[in-house]
């Protein structure tokens, strides 16, 4: 069993920056593959970015590559989503999610998700 619990969203002006954490709970957190994802109102789940279990390969969805960054740390069983140069279609509640299988940018991979943490953008 693994608990995520997300934290790090608020109310950030266009061009401004937030850094996400996601603190994962369970021995064997650190074996799973970590993703991000977004779910704007009216909206469908999306995904945003995911990682590798040992930190090696990252993913990113078109729309962030260039502005997001995801990291993790084994050692704290937390990864990390940094934003940089928000816009204000990035307003959505975010959600960390972990598997331990591939295909990483769809949901029905994920076995756990957190409660999510709302990112506002204004312009």
């Known amino acids: 069993q693994v608990q995520l619990v997300e934290s790090g969203g608020g109310l950030v002006q266009a061009g401004g920056s937030l850094r996400l954490s996601c603190a994962a709970s369970?021995?064997?957190?650190?074996?799973?593959?970590m993703g991000w994802f977004r779910q704007a109102p009216g909206k469908e789940r999306e995904f945003v970015a995911a990682i590798n279990s040992n930190g090696g390969n990252t993913y990113y969805t078109d729309s962030v590559k260039g502005r997001f960054t995801i990291s993790r740390d084994n050692a704290k069983n937390t990864v990390y989503l940094q934003m940089n140069s928000l816009k204000p279609e990035d307003t959505a509640v975010y959600y960390c999610?972990?598997?331990?299988?591939?295909?990483?940018?769809?949901?029905?991979?994920?076995?756990?998700w957190g409660q999510g943490t709302q990112v506002t953008v204004s312009s």
């Open positions: 999610g972990a598997t331990r299988t591939g295909m990483l940018r769809l949901t029905t991979v994920y076995e756990y």
């Open positions: 369970g021995r064997t957190s650190s074996s799973y593959a």
